[in-house]
């Protein structure tokens, strides 16, 4: 059960587009559309942003987007804004778990 | 409103148990799936157990199973993680988490994501 591969970190000025990659292999992110994305500030719980790859959940901001392509999903945060600084989590069905999340990233907004 | 609370935590010695219950309002209990979801200090999440909407159906990480039982009473509304044999590394913020509306019987368990988190309760294993 090897958690999916994110970069630990990753920043962006107000008003930028910063992109998250999530990278597993065909038996997880490659082989199914359970791709979701978690935000979590400090101290709080994890909050959902994005759900089967690239659907957004109602009330999250449509400047959050995701996609994949093979082995690899991908959260794309556009017109980037403080409130955004947090941890980013991904996550997949697998088929050995079932579920697995990846590593986190934290995005500094500069 | 669509509420999640964590109760049970606390500190506890190496090799003893503990359960940990989630209670749940605001929607119908009964009809989604239910997962446990941990972080350890400083740490990523790491998925912990599933269990499907009407109980018979349990799925357990590696790093819990045999240990750590997940249950669930649809008349309480409320989840369930029976926690024995605990080591230091068990120790975490445990939150539990409700599916958004995947499968899961006896074929196999197809979650899709959490949806709805409660605030988490910690866990520590310390003697």
């Known amino acids: 059960q090897s958690a999916l591969t994110q970069p630990a970190s990753v920043s962006g000025s107000p008003g930028q587009s910063i992109t998250i990659s999530c990278t597993g292999t065909?038996?997880?992110?490659?082989?199914?559309?359970?791709v979701s994305w978690y935000q979590q500030h400090p101290g709080k719980a994890p909050k959902l942003m994005i759900y089967?790859?690239?659907n957004r959940p109602s009330g999250v901001s449509n400047r959050f987007s995701g996609s994949k392509s093979g082995n690899t999903a991908s959260l794309t945060i556009s017109g980037l804004q403080a409130e955004d600084e947090a941890d980013y989590y991904c996550s997949s069905y697998t088929s050995s778990s079932p579920w697995v999340f990846g590593g986190g990233t934290k995005l500094t907004v500069l | 409103q669509v509420q999640l609370v964590e109760s049970g935590g606390g500190v506890v010695q190496p090799g003893r148990s503990l359960r940990l219950s989630c209670a749940a309002s605001?929607?119908?209990?009964?009809?989604?799936?239910m997962h446990w979801v941990r972080q350890a200090p400083g740490k990523g999440l790491e998925w912990v157990s599933v269990?499907?909407?009407?109980?018979?159906?349990?799925y357990s990480a590696d790093s819990v199973k045999g240990r750590f039982t997940i249950s669930r009473d649809n008349s309480k509304n409320t989840l369930y993680l029976q926690m024995n044999s605990l080591r230091a590394e068990d120790t975490a913020v445990y939150y539990c988490?409700?599916?958004?509306?995947?499968?899961?019987?006896?074929?196999?368990?197809?979650?899709?994501?959490?949806?709805?988190w409660g605030q988490g309760t910690t866990v520590t294993v310390s003697s």
């Open positions: 269990i499907s909407y009407h109980g018979s159906n349990k």
């Open positions: 988490a409700r599916d958004l509306g995947g499968y899961c019987g006896g074929d196999g368990c197809y979650p899709r994501g959490m949806d709805v």
């Open positions: 089967d790859v690239s």
């Open positions: 065909s038996s997880d992110v490659g082989g199914y559309n359970y």
């Open positions: 605001g929607f119908t209990f009964s009809a989604y799936t």
